[in-house]
């Protein structure tokens, strides 16, 4: 034990000494440990404040919604979060409205931030009932695709960007809240 702890010594002492010799502004084996560990403190300290800004996240609702289907919508189909808010919004608008109560319960109960993304979406206007009535649409489902789309298009979107959000919208559904509910959303949505 004792030569051991003599070995160390010698070393750390050599290392000290030849740090000294070839210190030149830090740029010695000193100076590369202190930038080293200076390195890894930042890091950690990154670490740190990410894990801190996902904890925020996790006890915050509002912000659990935020890295949810918006984020995704958002970042997948190169839209602003409120596009996405809205857009979401608007399809399960629809949705509700083609849905028994109770599927669309279940649905919004596994989608988090649900209640903003419906208070987001733009009115849907008189338009579908109007246009279904007047084309004989019984199942009312060509007056809320031209409602949908007109409300894409207060939203700033091109009404083609629905066909982009439904199987975005349909997939996180389904793994949220199973493939039978996903199932239920694309019948209510498409009217098959």
Do not use: W
Request: proline share 3%; hydrophobic share 45%; glycine share 10%.
């Amino acid at each position: 034990m004792r030569k051991i702890n003599h070995y160390l010594i010698a070393i750390a002492v050599s290392f000290s000494i030849s740090g000294c010799a070839t210190n030149t502004g830090g740029t010695g084996s000193l100076g590369a440990i202190d930038q080293g560990l200076s390195s890894v403190e930042s890091a950690a300290q990154s670490s740190r404040q990410i894990l801190n800004a996902g904890a925020t996240a996790a006890n915050d609702p509002a912000g659990m919604a935020q890295i949810g289907l918006v984020d995704i919508l958002s970042h997948r189909l190169g839209v602003s979060s409120q596009q996405a808010l809205g857009g979401a919004g608007a399809i399960f608008q629809m949705a509700q409205s083609n849905m028994d109560p109770q599927a669309f319960a279940t649905i919004s109960r596994s989608i988090p931030g649900m209640d903003n993304m419906l208070s987001a979406a733009p009115a849907m206007s008189n338009l579908s009932g109007n246009l279904s009535s007047l084309m004989g649409d019984k199942n009312n489902s060509l007056g809320n695709a031209a409602a949908l789309a007109a409300s894409f298009q207060q939203l700033n979107l091109s009404p083609d960007m629905i066909g982009q959000f439904i199987p975005v919208i349909t997939s996180y559904v389904s793994k949220a809240s199973g493939q039978a509910s996903a199932s239920l959303l694309q019948s209510a949505l498409t009217g098959r």
